[in-house]
């Protein structure tokens, strides 16, 4: 049984945001982003209920072009977003399931895109939104729980529709009877991230009471798992990574995982089986390759996926699993990978709810054939309360049990939240979040974990519904200025 619904127009609303210090990945340094906001009201017969949804827009994620600034790419990302909730008010003027307004929202907002030769995962953007802010909406309207709302199929989801080889199944088949109630963090290693206390000057110690360096990190909130970056030049990478081993062995006892993010930094795959050769052979490296979970996207995302990947990938039958993820930028780009000799994929709400079920989905089956399927978590140093919380309400549900989590350690909790949104999260919302000393609220993390239960309980993970028009209100020609 799926829901039919209405939508009203969009609304968008933005916070600026800073971080607590630098977040470097890849080609490029977080410290600014727009938080943006959007908002729908989805009715059904004579009810109504309003949909919220919110993403930072980081740099040099969605496209990595090192010959463009970020000033250039945010018009593109925004006007992806506008494109497509302008088509779903128009898909969504009479009523319709969500599956439906998926589909015909997905396939013209991505032959628009094509037109202008926008990157996958920007276009993917726009269509997330809108899945995102419309879920939230028809969660609170049907009172349920998200988790309900997907197993009882009220979206209407045809799997089938989406790979020829998950006909036949549904998502009971294939994703857990029930949601996760807790997961536990993996906490993200900058580029330029300190590794002990020693090695912070006194003028880049942020001292604002939340830990800075991974040591003191590692002790506060009990870290087990961690995602490694990798610069992809190994006379910076090769000291790093021994440093990092021994302060990972030495604070944990030796119960530690980590991810690798090669972060498209490798040339081929051949550059990357030199540097990881020369790990898996160290001795002060043995350790830390042995308890590598996957390598996650080495090779930059033009190059990842060609056909020459397949005899790359072949000859090298004992590499580590290799999973993509700026490389899932469109329906079929996993099954693609999977083809070619790639592990898995990874998951982002900012990547799709509906493509992203379908991949998960296609990677379970995978599982139950015996074959390869590995499906990570991960994140774009999302803030709290609602993007965070919507991105954990999915990996509670389709069982993802360790999640890359950078917004509670790139930035200062909530603090930059209305007081009444973090006092509101805080009653709701008890076993997430927790009061710190200095009056603001951030993530509670024990023993490495954090709490899904409240979280599986609320409609799309939030509870109670925040109002966002305290926030500066945009109007559609302001998106491009923001």
Same mark, same amino acid.
């Given at each position: 049984?799926?829901?039919?619904?209405?939508?009203?127009?969009?609304?968008?609303?933005?916070?600026?945001?800073?971080?607590?210090?630098?977040?470097?990945?890849?080609?490029?340094?977080?410290?600014?982003?727009?938080?943006?906001?959007?908002?729908?009201?989805?009715?059904?017969?004579?009810?109504?209920?309003?949909?919220?949804?919110?993403?930072?827009?980081?740099?040099?994620?969605?496209?990595?072009?090192?010959?463009?600034?970020?000033?250039?790419?945010?018009?593109?990302?925004?006007?992806?977003?506008?494109?497509?909730?302008?088509?779903?008010?128009?898909?969504?003027?009479?009523?319709?399931?969500?599956?439906?307004?998926?589909?015909?929202?997905?396939?013209?907002?991505?032959?628009?895109?094509?037109?202008?030769?926008?990157?996958?995962?920007?276009?993917?953007?726009?269509?997330?939104?809108?899945?995102?802010?419309?879920?939230?909406?028809?969660?609170?309207?049907?009172?349920?729980?998200?988790?309900?709302?997907?197993?009882?199929?009220?979206?209407?989801?045809?799997?089938?529709?989406?790979?020829?080889?998950?006909?036949?199944?549904?998502?009971?088949?294939?994703?857990?009877?029930?949601?996760?109630?807790?997961?536990?963090?993996?906490?993200?290693?900058?580029?330029?991230?300190?590794?002990?206390?020693?090695?912070?000057? !006194?003028?880049?110690?942020?001292?604002?009471?939340?830990?800075?360096?991974?040591?003191?990190?590692?002790? !506060?909130?009990?870290?087990?798992?961690?995602?490694?970056?990798?610069?992809?030049?190994?006379?910076?990478?090769?000291?790093?990574?021994?440093?990092?081993?021994?302060?990972?062995?030495?604070?944990?006892?030796?119960?530690?995982?980590?991810?690798?993010?090669?972060?498209?930094?490798?040339?081929?795959?051949?550059?990357?089986?030199?540097?990881?050769?020369?790990?898996?052979?160290?001795?002060?490296?043995?350790?830390?390759?042995?308890?590598?979970?996957?390598?996650?996207?080495?090779?930059?995302?033009?190059?990842?996926?060609?056909?020459?990947?397949?005899?790359?990938?072949?000859?090298?039958?004992?590499?580590?699993?290799?999973?993509?993820?700026?490389?899932?930028?469109?329906?079929?780009?996993?099954?693609?990978?999977?083809?070619?000799?790639?592990?898995?994929?990874?998951?982002?709400?900012?990547?799709?709810?509906?493509?992203?079920?379908?991949?998960?989905?296609?990677?379970?089956?995978?599982?139950?054939?015996?074959?390869?399927?590995?499906?990570?978590?991960?994140?774009?140093?999302?803030?709290?309360?609602?993007?965070?919380?919507?991105?954990?309400?999915?990996? !509670?549900?389709?069982?993802?049990?360790?999640?890359?989590?950078?917004?509670?350690?790139?930035?200062?909790?909530?603090?930059?939240?209305?007081?009444?949104?973090?006092?509101?999260?805080?009653?709701?919302?008890?076993?997430?979040?927790?009061?710190?000393?200095?009056?603001?609220?951030?993530?509670?993390?024990?023993?490495?974990?954090?709490?899904?239960?409240?979280?599986?309980?609320?409609?799309?993970?939030?509870?109670?519904?925040?109002?966002?028009?305290?926030?500066?209100?945009?109007?559609?020609?302001?998106?491009?200025?923001?």
């Amino acid at each position: 049984m799926s829901d039919l619904f209405t939508l009203s127009p969009f609304e968008f609303f933005v916070l600026r945001t800073r971080t607590r210090f630098p977040f470097r990945y890849g080609i490029a340094s977080m410290t600014e982003v727009p938080h943006l906001f959007v908002r729908t009201q989805v009715h059904s017969r004579s009810r109504r209920a309003s949909g919220l949804t919110a993403e930072g827009l980081p740099p040099k994620w969605f496209t990595k072009n090192p010959a463009t600034t970020f000033e250039q790419d945010l018009p593109e990302m925004l006007a992806s977003v506008v494109h497509a909730t302008e088509l779903a008010e128009a898909v969504a003027s009479r009523p319709v399931s969500f599956f439906d307004l998926w589909r015909e929202v997905h396939r013209l907002h991505m032959a628009w895109a094509d037109a202008r030769a926008l990157a996958p995962l920007v276009a993917e953007l726009g269509v997330a939104l809108v899945e995102r802010a419309v879920l939230d909406g028809l969660c609170r309207l049907l009172a349920e729980p998200l988790h309900r709302v997907l197993s009882q199929n009220r979206l209407g989801l045809k799997l089938g529709e989406i790979y020829t080889d998950l006909q036949g199944h549904d998502l009971r088949t294939l994703l857990p009877e029930s949601p996760l109630e807790s997961c536990f963090v993996r906490h993200t290693i900058g580029l330029g991230d300190a590794l002990s206390v020693g090695e912070l000057v !006194a003028e880049d110690r942020v001292n604002d009471g939340l830990p800075q360096d991974l040591e003191t990190s590692i002790r !506060a909130y009990g870290l087990r798992y961690f995602k490694i970056k990798l610069s992809g030049m190994p006379e910076r990478d090769l000291p790093r990574l021994t440093d990092l081993a021994h302060i990972l062995d030495r604070e944990t006892g030796g119960q530690f995982f980590v991810t690798v993010d090669g972060n498209e930094n490798f040339i081929s795959f051949g550059e990357f089986k030199d540097l990881w050769d020369r790990i898996a052979t160290r001795d002060a490296l043995k350790e830390l390759s042995r308890q590598t979970i996957v390598v996650e996207q080495p090779v930059h995302r033009d190059r990842a996926l060609l056909e020459s990947t397949r005899e790359e990938l072949s000859e090298w039958p004992d590499r580590p699993p290799l999973i993509i993820d700026e490389s899932d930028g469109a329906i079929g780009d996993v099954p693609r990978a999977l083809d070619l000799g790639y592990a898995g994929a990874s998951y982002k709400n900012c990547k799709g709810i509906v493509k992203g079920l379908a991949n998960a989905c296609l990677l379970a089956a995978r599982r139950l054939s015996g074959k390869a399927g590995v499906l990570t978590g991960e994140d774009l140093c999302n803030l709290g309360p609602i993007a965070v919380q919507q991105d954990l309400a999915m990996m !509670a549900v389709l069982g993802v049990d360790h999640v890359e989590r950078n917004g509670h350690h790139y930035y200062r909790g909530l603090s930059m939240m209305p007081d009444d949104w973090q006092d509101a999260v805080l009653r709701t919302h008890g076993d997430f979040y927790t009061r710190h000393e200095s009056g603001f609220v951030h993530l509670y993390i024990e023993e490495g974990r954090v709490s899904l239960r409240s979280l599986n309980r609320a409609p799309f993970g939030v509870e109670p519904q925040l109002d966002v028009t305290g926030f500066a209100p945009l109007e559609r020609t302001q998106l491009a200025r923001i």
